[in-house]
């Protein structure tokens, strides 16, 4: 099974292979998901102080935060060529 890493912004990566879903922060059960997982020690923060723009959920538990929008997020996803970021 070959490694599919997908740019979140700011040069960090997640695997493609891991992400169950890409949602916005806005509603209130995402906030509960976001606070559970940061009492729970699974909450990863890749905005570097931005806002939250993004909330990635992986099959591991872990949620993480990035402050590129979900579209873009889910875009790269559709995007890639064996691994590769498709050029712009």
Same mark, same amino acid.
């Given at each position: 099974? +070959? ?9 960090? $990566?997640?695997? %493609?292979?891991? *992400? ?5 922060? #806005? ?6 998901? @976001? +606070? #559970?997982?940061?009492?729970?020690? *699974?909450? @990863?923060?890749? !905005? ?5 723009? %993004? =909330? @990635?959920? %992986?099959?591991?538990? $872990? =949620? /993480?935060?990035?402050? !590129? +929008?979900?579209?873009? /997020? ?9 691994? #590769? #970021?498709?050029?712009?």
């Amino acid at each position: 099974m +070959q490694i599919r890493l997908i740019n979140i912004g700011f040069g960090n $990566h997640v695997s %493609a292979n891991r *992400v169950i879903a890409i949602v916005s922060p #806005e509603s209130a059960p995402i906030k509960r998901i @976001i +606070q #559970e997982a940061r009492e729970n020690g *699974v909450l @990863i923060d890749a !905005t570097y102080g931005r806002r939250t723009r %993004a =909330v @990635i959920v %992986a099959d591991s538990g $872990h =949620v /993480v935060l990035s402050a !590129t +929008q979900p579209e873009t /997020v889910a875009n790269r996803f559709t995007n890639t060529k064996d691994g #590769e #970021e498709a050029e712009d």
